[in-house]
């Protein structure tokens, strides 16, 4: 009852409301200072798309100097100026804070805010059936601070002193103490104000999420019918919600001991030339705070990848998704066992060894629903009649990396094997396949789904499948290799390995990775044509292309402010009903209410008939009030 | 004139592209495939999920076998052969998910591919089937758990009384190692706060231990004995990796770790296993400590006890290196201090009576 009545008046506030709005929409309200999800959606995508871009040409370029220790780089000198030295190589420090921008970009900028920022906002109203965000204002505050802290991160690349360069885990005291590391500077202050206002920008957007996912649910949405997409949006709101504050409170404590004197972290130091006064600190609390932090992040970023996934293989596989109560379930799991985990990266920091038994203990039970849910895909995919859709060919691809980077999450959490791959070249193929390419793909998949949702238009299907292709190929060239690296010890973030005998043997495979790279960043060109060119020249898109059950496709092709000209469509089922025995198609949108389809009813949903006319009459009962 | 060429052939190369791309489009719209469900390319995608299977795991078979020596490296302490042997158990178990997982993925994706007039199985869930693949995992886990957990309590446990005692410090860019000295077999007290330019380790000139503590340019270690590194550092986090005895550690300014190992082969002997007179053991920096992270590195060598014992006699302390420093070792200790660094003959009797 209550529901229904904060439904009704919702929505005849918000006809008025979107009325008002028609009359007086200009270029900014429009596209700048937009109230809309949607275009907030496209805003946080386009910007996430530039980021990755730069996060790319920055690996490439540390990728020169890992493949080809002895190339002329004087070319390079119109844009890197002074960060070539003399010799025509890249400077030694430079290198570092490629690696450390590089991680902060891709980790923060492109798979938290382009991928929960551009699907959670353009995803969570139209699949739950609302008007809008609970909040228009603060999800436009929310891309704001995130586009001021891009600036701020953006500005930092330019410095004399140079960016941040401590590692993207800014572990003090080296990010503390602009003694040891140039860009410990002005570099690292610019990175903590800009990550401060990430911060901001991420709770913001967060505490919407949550807001309008348990508010603004339409009529018979309830939390057994939401798409996986939102469960996914939801709980991953949730986890930054609890996260994100611990490393505001790192980073503060981190800005207190760098610029106003205090021993937070920072203890017993003797560095260039001087005994420092501090005394006291440890850089072990700032490593908690900071995974405590750091790895829900791995799930921030990868929970929206697989709840894109699932609604993507369930509709091109046209089968419902098998166990959809353990993909939730497993999703629960997974982010409540992601709080107590951190410590994992810490085995070999000097950390109680008990403490490093319990950790490991508890981290190696998070690959169970991992698995879980590896096995639902797998099931979901047999039998089934699939269609090779771009966004479907990244969504199988994403599983396969899962697969690959998840499995390789077993050494490293067991902390005996952990003491020798620890900070090798191992970790960083698992981390890139698990997380890093799958949640790209993730990203990619959900640009590809529901580009005719965004633009109206259809992506051509053809490039999309060479980009899949040659992005597929090209990651696992670029991070399969690493593993064996990893095994033969190579430390991660070193700028050459020239001086070690045992560390020099592989720089044919080292140039072959370094090739991959620059084709598999290459092959994202094909795709930024595809998604430019789509948006104005495109074959115009269908209501349903992709012949889907979710609310998104009950809205006209371009919706408005407000996504439905009418009423909010009611929901009778849950979104995965395809090819239902004896359903006259291989889909049944959730819309559709069971007394329509008799032929292909369970027994227990002819029950639930009843129900759906009790639950209308209430609508009107509130109406009439 | 060279560049202008290559900018001019990318225009040219990108105008090709571009008309082609032009040119399929329109095709597919006279055939109006654009308005069909799944088209030849839907059979193509599914082929090549086949192909990537067969290639990817062709390259992955074949460069493991043949290139298992290079990227393999030979263990020489006593708890690297139990790391190893976890590491390859894990690689067993994981390797076998690895492939059955991954083909079928690529295997269900080739077969049931769209089929006109063919319907997908409506099969939304099977709770016998989810239990199973539920506890089955768990149970594996739990297995390499515990036996993780045995070996990670092993390598963590106290060092035994008479281990080798040789203290580690990182600093920016290079490691330092100091011995207890001959004489009493103990390290000396430090305070970062009396670190200078020759006093690298901030060693305590009041403690009668430091004066026999030597530091030499490399690290010795003893075959077959116990050694405990005593670990710190002196501005950032660095991280002791000896790769070849499966040690890591990190080095923590303001708080001593350390980690205890048991070399199991000389260097001689490993030059020999490798067939490499030239090969040296080497620690080095796994921690991003600044500009030359990447160089920091020591020669470590592993000596039979005996020439060990005998390298360590022949070492000479820091104090008989460096003697201006005497006039900080207070006026009771001075005797002292000369005979254990050396700096003065003096026999065991000496000592024993200036003690």
Redesign the interface.
């Known amino acids: 009852m209550a529901i229904a009545d904060i439904h009704v008046t919702e929505e005849t506030h918000s006809d008025g409301h979107e009325h008002h709005e028609e009359h007086h929409e200009n270029f900014w309200t429009t596209y700048v200072f937009t109230l809309d999800h949607k275009m907030i959606g496209k805003q946080f995508l386009i910007t996430g798309i530039v980021w990755a871009l730069i996060g790319g040409l920055l690996s490439v370029i540390f990728r020169l100097q890992l493949g080809f220790p002895d190339m002329q780089l004087e070319w390079l000198r119109p844009i890197l100026g002074e960060w070539i030295t003399a010799e025509g190589k890249i400077d ?2 430079f290198y ?1 804070a490629l690696v450390t921008m590089h991680g902060t970009i891709m980790v923060f900028f492109v798979l938290t805010a382009g991928l929960s920022g551009t699907f959670s906002n353009f995803l969570i109203p139209l699949q739950i059936g609302a008007r809008d965000m609970a909040s228009g204002f603060m999800n436009m505050l929310s891309y704001w601070f995130f586009f001021v802290s891009s600036v701020v991160m953006l500005i930092s690349l330019f410095i004399e002193t140079g960016p941040a360069s ?2 993207w885990v800014i ?1 003090p ?2 990010s503390a ?1 602009p003694q ?2 140039n860009g410990s500077g002005l570099g690292m202050t610019l990175w903590l104000t800009s990550m401060a206002l990430f911060i901001v920008s991420s709770l913001l957007g967060g505490i919407n999420y949550i807001t309008t996912v348990i508010n603004l649910r339409t009529q018979g949405m309830s939390f057994s019918k939401l798409p996986l997409t939102i469960w996914a949006f939801f709980i991953t709101a949730v986890i930054g919600l609890l996260s994100f504050p611990v490393l505001f409170s790192a980073a503060l404590l981190l800005i207190f001991d760098r610029s106003f004197g205090t021993s937070f972290f ?6 260039g ?1 001087e ?1 420092l006064p501090n ?6 609390l700032f490593q908690h705070l900071f995974w405590f932090l750091g790895h829900p992040e791995v799930y921030i970023v990868l929970l929206p990848a697989l709840g894109i996934t699932s609604e993507v293989i369930a509709t091109n ?10 993909m939730v379930g497993s999703i629960l799991f997974i982010a409540i066992l992601s709080f107590i985990v951190w410590a994992h990266h810490m085995f ?3 950390m109680n ?1 008990f403490l ?2 319990i950790f ?2 508890l981290t ?2 998070i ?2 629903p991992s ?2 849910k ?6 979901t ?8 859709t771009p966004a479907m ?1 990244f969504s ?1 691809g994403l ?2 990396f899962f ?2 980077g998840g ?2 999450g ?2 490293l959490g ?4 952990d ?2 791959l ?3 070249y191992f970790v960083v193929a698992h981390f890139h396949l698990v997380m890093g390419s799958a949640s790209f793909f993730g990203l990619l998949a959900g640009v590809y789904h529901w580009f005719p949702k965004m633009y109206g238009r259809m992506m ?4 999309g ?1 060479i980009h899949f ?1 040659l992005t ?2 090209g990651v ?1 060239m670029v991070f ?2 690493m593993h ?2 990893g ?3 190579y ?7 020239t ?4 560390f020099n ?2 720089s044919d495979l080292n140039m072959f990775v370094s090739i991959a790279a620059i084709l598999t960043l290459g092959a994202q060109f094909i795709f930024l044509f595809n998604f430019f060119y789509s948006m104005y020249r495109g ?1 115009k898109a269908s209501a349903n292309p992709w ?1 889907s059950n979710t609310l998104e496709w009950t809205t006209p092709i371009n919706p408005g402010h407000g996504n439905w000209p009418g009423k909010i469509p009611t929901v009778y089922r849950w979104p ?1 009903d ?4 004896g359903a006259k198609e ?1 889909f049944i949108p959730q819309t559709v209410p069971f007394s329509e389809t008799p032929e292909s009813n369970l027994p227990h949903e002819n029950e639930l008939i009843k129900l759906e006319t009790d639950s209308d009459q209430k609508v009107v009962v509130v109406d009439e009030k | 004139m060279f560049q202008v060429i290559i900018i001019l052939g990318v225009l040219l190369l990108l105008i090709i592209l571009y008309t082609l ?1 032009r040119i ?2 329109l095709v ?1 719209v006279v055939k109006g495939s ?1 308005k069909k ?2 088209t030849t ?2 059979k ?3 082929s ?2 086949m192909v ?1 299977l067969f290639g ?1 795991f062709g390259f ?1 078979f074949w ?2 076998w043949v ?1 298992f020596d ?4 030979p263990v020489a302490s006593e708890h ?1 052969v ?2 190893d042997t ?2 390859w158990t ?2 067993a ?2 390797g076998i ?2 492939l059955i ?2 083909i ?3 295997w ?2 080739y077969k ?4 006109e007039g ?9 709770h016998k ?2 239990i199973l ?2 506890v089955v ?2 149970l594996v ?1 739990t297995g ?2 515990f036996t ?2 045995r ?3 092993d ?2 446990s106290e060092a035994s009384a008479d281990a080798e005692v040789i203290e580690i410090m990182g ?2 860019f290079a490691w330092g190692v100091r011995y207890p000295g001959v004489k009493d077999n103990a390290l000396g007290e430090y305070n ?2 009396m ?1 200078d ?1 020759v006093n690298q380790f ?1 060693m305590d000139l009041s403690d009668k231990n430091s004066y026999d503590d030597f530091m030499p340019i490399e690290m010795h270690v003893p075959k077959g004995k116990e050694v405990l590194l005593k ?1 710190r550092a ?4 660095h ?1 002791v ?1 000896l ?1 070849h005895f ?5 080095a ?4 001593p ?1 350390h980690f205890k190992f048991l070399p199991t082969k000389s260097t001689a002997e490993m030059r020999s296993e490798l067939e490499d007179p ?2 040296d053991y ?1 620690i ?12 920091m ?1 020591m020669k470590l060598v592993v000596d039979e006890p005996a020439d060990y014992e005998k390298w360590k006699a022949e070492q000479p302390t820091w104090l008989k290196l460096n003697p201006d420093y005497l006039t900080k070792v207070p006026e009771a200790n001075q005797e002292l201090a000369k005979i254990k660094s050396g700096l003065v003959e003096g026999d065991d009797n000496n000592l024993k009576a200036s003690l």
């Open positions: 030694a420090e570092l401590g590692g572990y005291p080296l103490l040891a590391v920072l203890s017993d130091i003797y560095i030339g005994a005394q006291g600190g440890s850089p072990i596989a046209r089968k419902p998704i098998f166990g959809y109560k353990a070999v920091t000097g060894p490093g038994s490991m203990l190696l039970i690959a169970v698995a879980v590896v096995f639902n895909y797998l099931a995919l047999w039998k089934g009649n699939i269609r090779f060919l199988i599983v396969s697969i690959s499995l390789t077993i050494f067991n902390s005996a094997i003491i020798q620890h900070d090798t051509d299907a053809k490039l499948y292709w597929f190929v696992y399969f290799p064996y690296i095994i033969a010890g430390p991660r973030r070193y700028y050459s390995f001086n070690f005998d045992t043997t592989f074959r012949q995965y395809y090819s239902k025995p291989d | 791309f399929s489009r597919s654009d469900v799944a390319s839907n193509v995608n599914g090549l999920f990537f990817a992955f460069y493991s290139y290079d990227y393999t490296l690297g139990v790391t976890l590491f894990t690689m178990v994981t998910v690895f997982t991954n079928l993925l690529f269900f994706s049931y591919q769209h089929k063919r319907t997908a199985l409506f099969y939304p869930d099977n089937i989810e693949w539920t995992p768990a886990l390499l758990v993780g957990l070996a990670w309590n390598i963590t600093y920016q970062y706060q670190i330019a901030g670990i002196r501005d950032v986090l991280s990796f790769p499966r040690v890591k550690m990190d923590v300014p303001g708080m770790t030239e090969f080497f080095t920096c796994t921690e991003i400590c600044g500009r030359g992270h990447f160089s590195k």
